[in-house]
């Protein structure tokens, strides 16, 4: 399904609240703008996107407007995931739509999130396709010891995060 078709599930407008007129997802989700439609329910709505890595590569966004992963409900967050693992598997599957494939969210500017919408991406892989995501550099390694500090500073605040809400 291609252009600026309906989606079912009912598209939330631009105008209405939890939908933004400025973001482009808002706008693709109510169907104001064009998109390639692979997946649409009341939750969520995937697409593919307009510049991929290969053939295949889909975003997957929520109908709610949500910037960040903070402004996402956590049952939305789940429908997100559930339709990615769904169409990632799929292409696991079958060898003509991928090789490997990489799940992939960037949260805020700093991450490189290029839409203010929350949006997963899955990206179908084959062996030699060009894409890498690594480091440009040989990062240090922490010592066990600094690894254990981190994990332990981590949860203490996981856990306090957790009880004061």
């Known amino acids: 399904m291609s252009g600026a078709a309906s989606n079912p599930g009912g598209p939330v407008a ?11 997802f808002c706008r693709i989700v109510a169907g104001a703008e064009p998109a390639s439609i692979v997946h649409a329910d009341d939750a969520v709505v995937a697409f593919l996107d307009a510049v991929p890595v290969n053939p295949g590569h889909v975003l997957v966004v929520p109908r709610v407007h949500a910037s960040g992963l903070v402004d996402l409900p956590v049952d939305v967050g789940a429908a997100v995931w559930r339709v990615a693992h769904r169409i990632a598997a799929f292409m696991r599957s079958d060898p003509a739509w991928s090789e490997g494939v990489n799940l992939h969210l960037s949260d805020g500017a700093v991450a490189d999130q290029s839409v203010g919408h929350v949006h997963l991406h899955v990206i179908p892989r084959f062996k030699d396709d060009g894409l890498r995501i690594v480091q440009d550099r040989d990062p240090a390694r922490p010592s066990r010891d600094e ?19």
């Open 147 to 165: 690894l254990d500090a981190v994990a332990a500073r981590l949860s203490r605040d996981l856990t306090k995060a957790a009880s004061s809400s």
């Open 14 to 24: 631009p105008s209405e609240p939890g939908g933004s007129a400025d973001c482009l």
